[in-house]
């Protein structure tokens, strides 16, 4: 998305859907209609306070005292021209008034606040197939990042309208600004917060919090609810008038409040609204924000009007309609101009009939298939204690804050626990809306929902985890395309740890579809027309302007858990030059790991690696000349990195040397090549133990890198008996310093790596550190408490009250001298031939001879 494109994103006053000043990225700011938000001017507010309350009587009491007659001040001063609605967008009740001002006056045309491009679109809304919330989606064809959208629920007032009018034979027509020269804005100036006019029109406010505050509420959102959602009336004008005349004040007092380009949006209205009229009179009902009301009337020139759309800049634009979730609707998804509570709004407006009783129905229902003791006692007493506070506090009708306290009461027991899921699941939602077939895509959306369809992956409004087993054709199939899908940045899916096995034949992923993957896919677009070709392009393109050795190596593993076999050449060759070029042993220890995951991941998805295998080698060797030297003479953090980089590729080795059962059942693919690649296999082994030993040995090296290196050792039995407790002695030396004598030890029993265990079961080990402890110098213990602590810190509660219990009792020995002391019911060594008797039962299960 361009800069501007960015800063425009959120600077609407009010819930226009045609609000210009839109457009969003498609990660996280989808829109921002709504009656703005902004700073409020509490003097000037003041000026226009007589008329602000005086509209807000009127909404109150349902009618206004009005000489004019009934919908005078929706049509005009005059009482006649055409009838003109100011909503506010996603409100029920403004929905319901809009229905019902349409049903009276019977227009012949519609038009609505969105973009006119959209026009082409209106008839797909009568597809039985499109079921909201779902929005319009524009975005620029040479830059789809750059992309706006209009939602729409079911209490939306303009859905209401798009159905009332294609239900009745009317015409529908989209009048604010183009999304042409909306997604094409890159005057900074527009939308300056900083600007100001000759009615200080520079700060921008929120008109229904402004609306709230004369009246007396410090809740915008429960000012509305008790004037406009909870409230009735016979006359089906009076709504608007009293919005329009309360927005009249604001107008006068505020200017455009804030928002200079609604001054280019509204001359654009109004020439649209003058052309509608030409072809049909006054029969004509205009469906737009509150706020652009007064601008609408306003008596201005044609010319005017034309003159402030001169010279605005257009870029061409492709529009369709998209599915839109109840969660996006929510200000606190990161919805800039939504509401808090669509789930609570939508049904205020599908349940008209006792909504307080429906709608605790609903949360007892919920709440029993979560396993709550909710029964029909709860409901009845939670609807009179939502009935009761409505009463105290004044109430036309109880609202969403008396049912939240009465169900937290009575039936969540007080608690905020149960009363989050309520909130989540029904105040929110996880509605999914859907369009019919037949609204334009791009073909890479196409080609995907063809594949969500064959692999019966279906997109959900709601978090899920997905478990895969990738010995499963349409699992495997499904991993590919998550997979790709990521490698082109759209981000429905993400792995997660499995609960379950963690071999490599199993796969974890957490989704959620939200309505800017629909964005993303466009973005991607521009790669391919399928999955696989434009994940494929992206990835030898990413190939070729790689900067450094870590980021290829992702690469050519993103490429094999994607099975992008076509990319994989480019990505490999990049690899191999990137590699031989970076002599830096650090990129080279941070990059092996990666490779030795991507050569495992080949083994279960039948990909070849051989061409993979020779470069993870090549890095091995390096790896194994180079760290040594590299080790010596690091700070405290370097050598905290550095000890990361070796774990890393002590477990990279230890992949790249596993024999794995061949199709014939024998280790490395068969019998020719079990010598060949056992020897290849024992050889890497061996030598990344011999730099492992070097490292435990150089006293140039960090206590950290030292004690890891004999722990890895140790590990791998490639110690003799007592060899660690003598190289742990050396270093526990009264000649060590204390500081690195404890980061030796956070380096051999520290982290999660089970060092706390190897404590309990080897009391030479404990005894030493005892001691060492016992005699650290007072004036330096303070300086290695801090290490110490953290070290013991991660060990599990269990682990520590133990070698709590083996202290206190004290160790029968130190220093590894005598006969080994050992914890009750465990041998001093271990029982070889009680080891063995587990080989048939693992031969059993592994399918493969099994040796000692």
Not at 177 to 195: C, Q, R, V
Not at 487 to 494: I, K, Q, R, S
Not at 540 to 563: H, P, S
Not at 679 to 695: E, I, N, T, Y
Request: glycine share 12%; net charge negative.
């Amino acid at each position: 998305m361009t800069p501007a494109a960015a800063r425009d994103a959120g600077r609407a006053p009010d819930a226009g859907h045609g609000d210009t000043d839109r457009a969003s990225d498609a990660g996280t700011r989808a829109d921002t209609h709504g009656l703005g938000v902004g700073a409020r001017d509490a003097d000037r507010a003041s000026d226009a306070g007589a008329g602000i309350r005086e509209a807000d009587r009127a909404s109150d009491g349902g009618t206004r005292a009005d000489t004019r007659g009934p919908g005078a001040g929706a049509r005009s001063e005059a009482g006649c021209g055409p009838l003109v609605l100011g909503v506010r967008h996603h409100g029920p009740g403004s929905a319901r008034a809009v229905r019902a001002a349409l049903e009276a006056g019977r227009p012949k045309a519609v038009l609505i606040e969105g973009p006119p491009e959209a026009d082409a679109l209106v008839a797909l809304a009568a597809d039985e197939e499109m079921r909201p919330p779902v929005a319009l989606l524009a975005h620029a064809v040479d830059d789809p990042g750059r992309a706006a959208f209009w939602p729409m629920a079911e209490f939306s007032p303009e859905w209401v309208a798009i159905r009332w009018a294609l239900t009745h034979g009317a015409q529908v027509r989209f009048i604010d600004l183009p999304a042409a020269h909306t997604l094409a804005a890159t005057d900074p100036t527009w939308g300056d917060e900083d600007e100001t006019d000759g009615h200080g029109g520079g700060l921008r406010i929120d008109p229904v919090a402004e609306l709230a505050t004369t009246a007396g509420y410090d809740d915008a959102e429960r000012w509305w609810e008790d004037v406009v959602e909870l409230r009735g009336g016979d006359d089906p004008f009076a709504p608007f008038d009293a919005l329009a005349e309360a927005m009249g004040a604001l107008r006068e007092a505020y200017g455009h409040g804030g928002h200079p380009r609604d001054v280019v949006r509204e001359a654009y209205m109004r020439i649209q609204l003058r052309a509608a009229q030409k072809e049909f009179g006054d029969d004509v009902a205009v469906v737009c924000g509150a706020w652009h009301v007064p601008a609408l009337r306003r008596k201005t020139g044609v010319t005017a009007d034309r003159a402030l759309l001169k010279g605005l800049p257009k870029v061409k634009t492709e529009l369709t309609w998209v599915p839109w979730t109840h969660r996006r609707l929510a200000r606190r998804s990161g919805y800039g101009a939504g509401i808090d509570a669509p789930g609570w709004y939508g049904h205020l407006f599908t349940v008209p009939d006792r909504p307080v009783e429906r709608w605790m129905t609903k949360v007892a229902g919920l709440l029993r298939d979560e396993d709550f003791a909710v029964s029909s006692a709860h409901v009845i007493e939670a609807v009179r204690l939502a009935d009761t506070l409505a009463v105290m506090r004044g109430r036309p009708l109880a609202g969403l804050g008396e049912t939240t306290d009465a169900v937290r009461a009575v039936m969540c027991d007080g608690s905020d626990i149960p009363l989050d899921l309520v909130r989540d699941r029904l105040v929110v939602g996880d509605v999914l809306g859907t369009v019919p077939a037949a609204a334009p895509a791009v073909p890479l959306q196409r080609d995907l929902e063809r594949l969500q369809r064959r692999l019966r992956l279906k997109p959900e409004a709601h978090e899920r985890e997905l478990e895969l087993d990738l010995r499963k054709d349409n699992d495997a199939a499904r991993s590919r395309l998550l997979h790709r899908l990521r490698l082109l940045g759209v981000a429905w899916g993400a792995p997660v740890a499995g609960r379950g096995s963690t071999g490599t034949f199993r796969e974890s992923w957490r989704l959620r579809w939200e309505p800017e993957l629909h964005v993303q896919v466009a973005e991607a677009g521009v790669w391919g027309t399928t999955v696989e070709a434009a994940a494929t392009a992206k990835a030898e393109a990413r190939a070729g302007a790689a900067g450094d050795l870590v980021g290829i190596t992702a690469l050519a593993e993103q490429c094999l858990l994607a099975g992008l076999t076509e990319a994989l050449p480019a990505v490999l060759h990049a690899l191999a030059d990137r590699a031989a070029l970076d002599s830096d042993v650090a990129h080279l220890a941070q990059a092996l790991p990666a490779l030795a995951r991507s050569l495992r991941y080949g083994d279960v998805r039948a990909t070849d690696t051989a061409a993979l295998g020779e470069v993870a080698a090549g890095l091995a060797e390096r790896i194994c000349v180079g760290l040594p030297p590299a080790c010596t003479g690091l700070d405290t953090d370097a050598a905290a990195e550095m000890r990361e980089r070796v774990d890393g590729v002590h477990a990279a080795v230890a992949l790249l040397t596993t024999r794995r059962p061949g199709p014939d059942g024998h280790p490395d693919g068969g019998p020719a090549a079990t010598s060949t690649g056992a020897a290849a296999h024992d050889g890497l082994r061996d030598r990344w133990a011999g730099v492992l030993r070097k490292l435990a040995g150089r006293e140039r090296v960090p206590g950290v890198l030292r004690g890891r290196a004999v722990r890895l050792l140790l590990d791998e039995g490639r110690l003799e008996d007592g060899e660690a407790a003598r190289l742990m002695g050396l270093a526990l030396s009264p000649g060590t310093a204390p500081a690195d004598a404890a980061a030796w030890i956070e380096g051999f029993v520290g982290g999660a790596s089970g060092g706390g265990l190897l404590l309990v079961h080897d009391e030479r080990l404990l005894a030493l550190v005892d001691a060492w402890l016992a005699g650290v110098p007072a004036d330096a213990f303070t300086d290695v408490l801090p290490l110490l602590r953290r070290t013991f810190a991660a060990y599990e509660p269990g682990v520590r009250r133990t070698l709590g219990e083996l202290v206190a009792r004290g160790p029968a020995t130190a220093g590894g001298a005598g006969p080994a002391v050992t914890t009750p019911g465990f041998a001093a060594a271990l029982d070889e031939e009680r080891a063995d008797g587990v080989l048939p039962l693992l031969q059993l299960i592994l399918g493969t001879e099994v040796t000692a």
